[in-house]
């Protein structure tokens, strides 16, 4: 990794920090790291919407296991969809 040598310092509303704080927050992130990601394009996830995605997932299991009679075409469309939760999440 690059030396960091130049800082930013930018003005924001208590609103807005706290908002910068939550997310990089969620991300696991700095708010250092989650504003040069934001920034420059980078991908940003929330390990909240992780965990959703990964509950969800366990929830679908379980019906199908639970339930012989949900099609596979119909559990097949939830993980889809679920998978694309994910994926719009990210950043």
Do not use: F, W
């Not at 704080?21 to 040069?36: I, W």
């Not at 992780?50 to 559990?75: C, F, M, P, W, Y």
Request: aromatic share 2%.
């Amino acid at each position: 990794m690059s030396k960091k040598l130049h800082s930013i310092r930018i003005r924001i509303t208590e609103n807005e920090h706290e908002a910068v704080r939550k997310k990089a927050g969620d991300c696991g992130l700095t708010m250092s790291e989650y504003m040069r990601r934001s920034a420059l394009g980078r991908t940003t996830r929330s390990h909240v919407q992780d965990e959703i995605v990964r509950h969800l997932i366990k929830i679908a299991n379980s019906l199908q296991q639970e339930d012989k009679k949900i099609t596979g075409n119909i559990l097949a469309e939830v993980i889809a969809t679920i998978g694309r939760i994910g994926d719009n999440n990210a950043g």
